[in-house]
């Protein structure tokens, strides 16, 4: 990628984000979105850094640097002229963000017959919810993750807008979730796996009932649920 479009020599006016895309906005219009996959971290750090660096910035008034490490490669940067094409691009791509999902918007994109677990990986239906904050936003809004989608509506819709925001608003304030790569901008991990209420915890003890927890492969992806909170 040439270096204008990584935005040298651009003065940060601003950054956005949508689900798991963030954006840095220069003042000339230049756009650059993130995305750090499964495994990649956007930070400030001094000193050399490790094999799976891609991309380096350095800011005036300032010793450290931001680092683009990706080491599994599901993450990268995209550059845009603009940022109206930047957003244009994300109305075309994502569904409303998670931190502000209703449940009109989710009813709207829960469509067909797949499992409501498989469409929460969609970011077309919303943006920002991945594995491990669906089968958690799931719980809390007590839905089987193998619920039908045409059944996901008017209330039980709204119940789950509702868990999605404060499963991810919580996750926030505890930094996240590092469960092996994941580090903040400040180069620090997370500690929202610790409250974690069904990932990760299969075949233990629900912490609302007691009963335990199933795991299965749900979408290509190991979902755990308690089939007595989320029975109905």
């Not at 994109?109 to 936003?137: F, H, T």
């Not at 089987?144 to 008017?154: A, D």
């Amino acid at each position: 990628m040439p270096r204008a479009h990584l935005l040298e020599g651009a003065t940060v006016a601003r950054l956005d984000r949508r689900g798991k895309r963030l954006a840095i906005v220069a003042e000339d219009g230049r756009a650059l979105v993130v995305q750090l996959g499964m495994s990649g971290s956007l930070y400030m750090a001094t000193g050399r850094r490790g094999p799976h660096l891609h991309a380096e910035w350095s800011v005036d008034g300032r010793d450290d640097r931001l680092w683009f490490e990706d080491p599994r490669r599901f993450g990268g940067l995209t550059a845009y002229g603009s940022a109206q094409a930047m957003l244009d691009a994300w109305d075309r791509e994502l569904g409303p963000d998670g931190l502000q999902v209703d449940g009109a918007r989710l009813s709207k994109g829960l469509r067909g017959i797949r499992s409501v677990k498989a469409a929460l990986l969609d970011q077309r239906v919303v943006a920002g919810v991945g594995n491990i904050y669906a089968d958690e936003s799931l719980h809390l809004a007590g839905i089987s993750p193998r619920t039908r989608c045409r059944r996901i509506t008017g209330g039980r819709a709204e119940s789950l807008a509702k868990a999605i925001r404060t499963v991810l608003a919580r996750a926030i304030g505890f930094g996240g979730s590092t469960i092996r790569d994941y580090r903040s901008a400040q180069d620090r991990k997370g500690s929202a796996q610790v409250i974690h209420a069904v990932y990760g915890r299969g075949g233990l003890p629900c912490l609302e009932c007691g009963a335990p927890l199933r795991s299965a492969a749900l979408a290509g992806r190991t979902t755990v649920w308690c089939a007595r909170c989320q029975g109905r």
